[in-house]
Nanobody, 125 residues
Framework: QVQLVESGGGLVQAGGSLRLSCAAS????????IGWFRQAPGKEREFVAA????????YYADSVKGRFTISRDNAKNTVYLKMNSLKPEDTAVYYC??????????????????WGQGTLVTISS
């Protein structure tokens, strides 16, 4: 099983960019699909983006499509979330999670088995 650690969060002005990283330990990282989720204060956790084991298939929430890009480097055991044109409503704690079944890439989050601790993203207006 893998363990996940997010990094890259911070405070950015609206319109700016950030790149989040999800670093994994464990030799089986390349077998997992990885999803990014976020939770804003007082709101439920929501799906943001996902990528399959090879990086050849990605899936985005409508709210971030065209602004966020998910990618992975299996040689570095890392998945990235590049966030452009950030808005105040993107403010949240961002989490990555691992899914061996790959179903998160189809929008099905029921099989996520490992979560990171989260990284805070704050967008000022």
């Amino acid at each position: 099983q893998v363990q996940l650690v997010e990094s890259g969060g911070g405070l950015v002005q609206a319109g700016g960019s950030l790149r989040l990283s999800c670093a994994a330990s464990g030799r089986t990282f390349s077998a997992y699909a990885i999803g990014w989720f976020r939770q804003a204060p007082g709101k439920e956790r929501e799906f943001v983006a996902a990528i399959n084991w090879s990086g050849g298939n990605t899936y985005y929430a409508d709210s971030v499509k065209g602004r966020f890009t998910i990618s992975r480097d299996n040689a570095k055991n890392t998945v990235y979330l590049k966030m452009n044109s950030l808005k105040p409503e993107d403010t949240a704690v961002y989490y990555c999670a691992a899914d061996i079944t790959q179903r998160v890439v189809a929008g099905d989050g029921r099989y996520l088995e490992v979560w990171g601790q989260g990284t805070l993203v704050t967008i000022s207006s």
